[in-house]
């Protein structure tokens, strides 16, 4: 199967909409990146990047209004939990945010195929599916350092358009790009504007791989932790309409800038000739396979999203 060049697409409404103010403030914050965060992170290594600003971002994190929704997120998903409990998960999601800042600057040289910081479980599921050159839709969440995902699939290698959410900052958006592509991945689609690019992947034989567990407003209210969540049709319609299989991911971290890759066994969805009937069993089936990983390994998923509706919240008494 043909490779995709490298691109770097990005949607223009972001930049056509932007001030001069702020065009001048996006070029401050490009300098200040590169001299307060990216280099220093550089300077110290993987290991040491990732140690610092885990626990910079853990001491810190009471401090940021996020940390009242990965509390009150935590509330409604583990209720029995004392709140000690819920505290030490909510410290180490904050802990693995940081740790995934840290290790960010040394991706192309975590390579999950050569050296001892990636373990990939499954992996011959890819191979299985690039043989087929048939395609497939590859599920997966924010679990640990989610760019690691990315990398097992792209450098197996397995032809894959990944989707990302473009930063309003076109040079520090363009500079993650860089880096994306540096550790293995061809095209990159930016959420919003890749629905036609997702359907040209798939048609044409190749993969697309999407993260499929934080709240879309206009999609299934699904069942997560047992309190209903708004969750993307996207991945389950994809498959469907294209008939090819769901393949779910998940990472864990296992130290610093050290991971295991799971690649879980494809599925199909199942057609019954009832179409919305089939999407929302699919995108149960996923949900469950997130929230079965998320249980398991609470303190690396990135609770900081309003993930739930605030009536969940309300309902369940949490303020």
Known sequence: MAKTAQQYIRPKDIDNRSTFGQRMMWRFESVAWDVVYWWPMKALGPDRASNFLGWLIKSIAPLFSQNKTVKRNLQLAFPDLSEAEREKIAKDSWESVGR??????????????????????????????????????????????????????????????????????????????????????????????????????????????????????????????????????????????????????????TGPARFTVTVHEPFYPEQTGDNEADVRACVERITAYIEEEVRANPGQWFWQHRRWPKAAWKEAGIV
């Open 100 to 253: 995934t800042a840290g290790e960010l600057p040394h991706l192309p040289k975590i390579d999950p195929y050569h050296g001892d910081r990636v373990e990939v479980i499954g992996a011959e599921h890819l191979d299985a599916i690039e043989a087929s050159e048939q395609g497939a839709v590859i599920a997966t969440g924010h679990f640990a350092n989610w760019e690691i995902m990315a990398a097992a699939i792209c450098r197996r290698p397995v032809d894959c358009l990944i989707t990302y959410r473009a930063l309003n900052n076109p040079h520090i958006d363009r500079k993650l790009n860089k880096v994306r592509h540096d550790y293995g991945i061809g095209v990159l689609t930016p959420k919003g504007m890749g629905t036609r690019e997702l359907m040209r992947a798939l048609s044409q034989g190749r993969c697309a791989a999407l993260l499929n567990d934080q709240k879309f407003n206009q999609g299934l209210a699904i069942p997560f932790f047992g309190h209903e969540a708004m969750t993307a049709p996207g991945p389950s319609r994809l498959a469907l309409k294209y008939n090819v299989p769901i393949v779910p991911l998940t990472t864990r971290r």
